[in-house]
């Protein structure tokens, strides 16, 4: 196929996509200074820390760590939505992925990005952090954060841009503005037959080897708190829970994403009903999944009755996470199942309501894991308490301010669905579904020959 | 090779509090103040740990002196990510205050939360900053710090008999809080000599370390009570 | 339509640009090595640290190859096309 002849299709059918490139109207600006502005805002209020030191925050002595570390395992969790589900469905060749997967990737790199960020907030000394390198100890569980984050980083970016250059150079033939832009970043693609073979083969690896990084950095994470020795986070099945609750939040923050892009950009001619019922379909496994682990680690627990873990049980059972604990487990389990198990409420605004449930229950189980551990030290020091301070609020207003921002920008730049994906799924992909689904069947011919079926 | 280590009495302790005073003054503890006290800042390198216990004649309330206990496998040292914190020829867990990066990391895994952070630039009332032990470091703010069994008084007790020309004995370390006990209670010295004061009361049959099952090794025995 | 041309210094910013890659691989790989060196000088679990990296450098390697790849690739294509 030639190039000139899928820009005419470009223009004819899915010129929609390119719209909120090449008109980019107010909107654009007013959202994204506001958002910058609530940015800025986080910033003003967390020069404090900087000054006067940790002290402004609500931490204290047993409850060390507060907002920044649960918003960091709760972003770095978030961003699993994308370049997982993408990995997995492209592996797994369903076709339905086909509008999904840039918007997903593009969560994962940039909730990456505020999420990675955290653990420096949360530093005493962030003036130091160069320490890390100078004088690290790859020993250490958070050194394994560091290294697996900035692998994970760096996948998801190059996972999310190569598949990007046809659309991207799609923008230099039409000259769109900034053009040297487009044409630095489309890296000389023609659509030529060996380009596309490359791309393919490029993304082929990068979707295999991006599972594993992915599972690696969750897991990784979770073993900051396992390789302790605290009650309640001392558990050899912190890895793969946290892993679930990760790809949980996922998918929960990207049908978020989808409906909220979907009404803002009319995209509801490629994000159809169907594409909500298969991932919600998904996001209703999850919950199962969710539900079966936290079970377990809390069964443990309690059968196991060690009084150190007893404190923080009770702790978050009955005690002053209560509230927070059984809220936890009515957005992540009772709601999301009750509204996605039937047909009759799997409807869009039921998923819209069952997805943010999860994120808020996701943040919940994050807060349920790192404060209450802290709060009950193993000698019988009074309980602690962590109220957080204005710092705290103002860096998570400005984590979620980062996180639109950042989805405006790429929607201002480059193509939310993958227009060349999209041609590609109506020029060959259905001729190849046809050739797959045969290709599963019995043979036909055999039959034809009919030697065993007609003696 | 010297291996520190102490023995509390709690026969003899009567939890008046004067260990922890006198960590305060010999090691530059600048004073949280009661404010930040309430906020759960209390700042200590040897805290009053709180024992209640229920008995034939009601409840009854005492308090173990609680110093780091220098573990010999220190689960803070293992999860340092800047070597900050390490773990000396002579037992002692030490805190290079001007290497720490304050991400508490250590501080969250100790089982006996014997670590402290400066939330603040430390403040000091009125001019006590003029009367600060010079053979101790100030800290910054945003670090973490703890009690280093007066290794600034190992080091002159050291440098005191290098001096006379003989031997460091036992008794020649003596830490402030061991010094201030009014009922002797606090023992310090060399576990690995087997005749000093100390290693023969950490192998009494009252000798017991908290937590003792963790496999962390503290280096802080307690001596139970007798009836 | 525009004729998908690309000025000189538009391909030396994206020689820099992958370039760069391979700095920061290499910038991380000695850190690593870094770290291991560190690890077993102060005799602090250096069988830890490798076991670790073993893992960790093959991972920014395969990402950075992959990108080369594509890299190079591309731009083959595209001075054949010019050529032609």
Known sequence: MNTATRHETAEFGDAQLLAPIEQSGAGFRVASSLLLLILLAGWVVFGRQLLYGMGVTGLNQPVVWGFYIVNFVFFIGISHAGTLISAILRLSKAEWRRPITRMAEVITVVVLAIGGFHPVLDLGRPDRMLNIFTSGRLQSPLLWDVSSITAYFMASTVYLYIPMIPDIALLRDRGTWPHWFYTFLAWGWRGTPRQRKILDRAVGIMMVLVIPIAISVHTVISYIFAMTLQPGWHSTIFGPYFVVGAIFSGIAALLVVMIVLRRVYHLERYLKPVHFDHLSKLLLVMSLLWFYFTFSEYLTAFFGNEPTEMRVFFHKLTGPYALFFWGMVACNFLVPVGILSFRRTRTIPGIMVASIAVVVGMWLERLNIVVPSLANPRLPYPTGFYVPGLVEWGMFAGGIATFILGFVLFARFFPLVSIWEIQEGREHSIAETVERLEGYLPDADVKEAGAPAGS | MSRWGMVIDLDRCTGCGNCMAACHQENNLAAAGAEETGRGRAFHWLRLLPEVSEGPDGTRLRYLPQPCFQCDDPPCVRVCPVHATYLSEEGIVGQVYSRCIGCRYCMAACPYGAKVFNWYEPRWEGDSRKRANPDVSLRPKGVVEKCTFCHHRIIRAREESRARDRELQDGDVVPACAESCPARAIVFGDLDDPESRVSRASRSPRAFRLHDDLGTQPKVFYLAETE | ?84
């Open chain 3, 1 to 84: 339509m525009a004729k998908p041309e690309q000025p000189r210094w538009i391909y030396l910013l994206q020689l820099a640009s992958i370039a760069w890659i391979w700095v920061f691989v290499l910038g991380i790989s000695y850190w690593i090595v870094h770290l291991i060196r560190l690890s077993h000088e102060l005799q602090d679990v250096p069988s830890a640290t490798v076991g670790i990296s073993i893992v960790a450098i093959p991972v920014f390697w395969a990402v950075a190859l992959v990108l080369t790849y594509v890299f190079v690739g591309m731009q083959k294509e595209a001075r054949r096309e010019e050529e032609r």
